[in-house]
């Protein structure tokens, strides 16, 4: 199969489309043909190894020291069974799926083996292969940091980083909990964050927002930009902060994959796709996800 395999930390240039062994599902496994995954900005930390100072020495013993122990990248995923183990139940082969791989990996290939008691479930009926795939990653984290906040209906809940794969996806979980939504965001992306459900936009290149009159009771920082101390100043004296920051991957649980699912096929969640590369312009793709710009998320299509 091909795979992309990062060699070392680095640029870019570190990724190589190299040909491996197809896997081969042990008896609890299933084995995907990968039809589409992602790059997100968890992919481009670990190639990179952009770490903060105080967590450096632990992520590169868990990472790896000299280059990723797991050099397949990639967190998510959609495709189809193509074989399965013999204990295997839940999945048969022609089944078309959508996994979370999180500290896993290992999306970044034709082809990968996934127990069947993992992070995956059948696609969304209405979801095509790249929307499914782009859904988990920003998804999830959203669940976790706004289950954290212990969000409740009626709130106001500021997000920040509005516009990213994890700020597109809270901004819409933000509102399936009953929350006033303001979104953080610059000028280009404001139409869009609204179309998303967001009751307020604030164009952070015209406006500051802690410098508002206004008080929140929950404010989400999506890609971990915020100043905590700048924040707590519009906070209500009961408001919660959280950030992205310093957390690593976000706890996830099979329930919490179910739940996009459900919520996609009742048209209550959708898929942002800023751009879509192939599997052999990996290199481009992780270029263009650095800048930091991305509008959701970017989508390899796998062929």
Aim: glycine share 8%.
């Amino acid at each position: 199969m091909k795979a992309i395999v990062c060699t070392k930390y680095g640029s870019p240039e570190v990724l190589q489309l190299q040909k491996l062994q197809k896997p081969v599902p042990r008896n609890n496994e299933v084995l995907i043909k990968v039809r589409a995954t992602t790059v997100s900005s968890g992919d481009c930390r670990i190639r990179s190894f952009q770490s903060p100072l105080l967590y450096w020495i632990p992520m590169r013993i868990a990472l790896g020291l000299r280059k990723p122990r797991k050099p397949i990248l990639g967190t998510e995923l959609s495709g189809e069974v193509v074989a399965v183990g013999s204990d295997v139940q839940r999945f048969q082969v022609g089944d078309q799926i959508f996994a979370f791989t999180g500290m896993g990996l290992g999306a970044h290939a034709e082809y990968i083996c996934l127990p069947e008691d993992g992070l995956l479930a059948t696609k969304p009926t209405n979801a095509t292969y790249e929307e499914a795939a782009s859904v988990l990653f920003g998804g999830t984290a959203a669940l976790y940091f706004l289950r954290k906040a212990k969000i409740q209906r009626g709130q106001k809940v500021l997000i920040f980083g509005a516009s990213g794969s994890v700020g597109t996806s809270a901004v819409q979980l933000a509102k399936y909990f009953g929350a006033e939504v303001i979104g953080v965001c610059s000028t280009a992306n404001v139409e869009m964050v609204k179309a998303l459900g967001a009751d307020h936009i604030v164009d952070y290149s015209k406006e500051d927002f802690t410098k508002s009159q206004e008080r929140y009771d929950v404010i989400f920082d999506a890609v971990g930009k915020s100043e905590k101390v700048a924040c707590k100043k519009v906070m209500k004296a009961k408001g919660t902060y959280v950030t992205v920051e310093g957390s690593g991957m976000a706890r996830v649980r099979l329930e919490d994959v179910l739940t996009l699912k459900q919520l996609i096929e009742s048209g209550q969640f959708k898929a942002v796709i800023d751009r879509c590369y192939s599997l052999e312009q990996m290199r481009e793709a992780h270029t263009y996800v650095e800048k930091g710009h991305k509008k959701g998320n970017v989508v390899i299509t796998v062929k």
